[in-house]
């Protein structure tokens, strides 16, 4: 029998495996990026929607809190863009490209969606409901960062040292934003407000002025996650209560 402590770290890594294997599975289906962008998320709806009925927890998709959905976007916007502002403004140094959606293809707006979409069903999924004290959440939430982390920089085209310690705080505040919010809208909007201020800074070579107050912006960008996650961890509600809604 699993000891009760360690279940929810076990499921959620056993879960992360799942996952590797669909998108493999996916991708020996189709070699066609369209197909795969179609097909992956459905698979991810379909193993959430299996999770949810295994744990017998409710999920946090209310419509009544489908605003925050808007405000997370807002606020991954504003985590992506801040530091590359930050950067430029310690240097003294002229912002030359200005971000704009018409650099944009329609097609690409709804395929970050879709890409942010599965991403959020893999790991804010029901299984985080198992912890059910806040300091329960908060141990799972560094551990689901690590996860995502670990993910994302078994991709070649990510440099480990560069960019881990960001994608750690990232999982870490997308799972802490599930917890506080109590609903799947808000980490979903931050992570699709910030990858798609990521595609817009990189096709307008935003952040590449050459000088060197980008220089700073790796620390900047850490130090924005760092305040975004003490922020929601401020408003949290202090009450120690189950996730799982009677």
């Known amino acids: 029998m699993i000891n009760n402590k360690l279940r929810p770290y076990i499921f959620q890594l056993a ?19 369209s197909t795969q962008k179609a097909l992956i998320p459905v698979f991810f709806l379909i193993g959430y929607i299996c999770l949810a009925f295994f744990f017998k927890g409710k999920v946090y998709w209310r419509l009544g ?31 030359m490209f200005l971000p704009s959606f ?22 804010r999924n029901p299984i985080l ?4 004290s806040k300091k329960k959440q908060i141990k799972l939430s560094i551990f689901t960062g ?18 881990a310690p960001e994608l750690f705080l990232a999982g870490v505040l997308l799972t802490v934003s599930y917890y ?13 407000g910030n990858n798609i201020f990521s595609s817009l800074i990189e096709k307008t070579n935003f952040n590449a002025a050459g000088n060197a107050g980008f220089n700073n912006e790796l620390f900047y960008r850490w130090i924005v996650l760092i305040i975004a996650i003490v922020v929601i961890f401020l408003f949290w509600s202090g009450k120690r209560e189950p996730v799982i809604e009677n």
């Open 146 to 163: 690590l996860l995502f982390a670990t993910i994302h920089v078994m991709n070649p085209a990510i440099n480990l040292l560069h960019d």
């Open 15 to 33: 879960y992360v495996v799942i996952g590797i294997l669909i998108l493999i599975s996916v991708g020996l289906f189709s070699k066609n990026l």
């Open 129 to 132: 409901n198992l912890a059910e």
């Open 102 to 123: 018409y650099q944009m293809a329609v097609i690409s707006i709804f395929f970050t969606f879709f890409t942010v979409l599965w991403e959020e069903l893999w790991f």
């Open 180 to 192: 506080a919010s109590r609903s799947f809208w808000l980490p979903l909007g931050l992570h699709y």
């Open 65 to 95: 809190k489908i605003y925050l959905l808007a405000i997370g976007f807002v606020a991954g916007a504003v985590i992506q863009s801040a530091p590359i502002l930050l950067s430029h403004f310690t240097s003294f140094s002229k912002l």
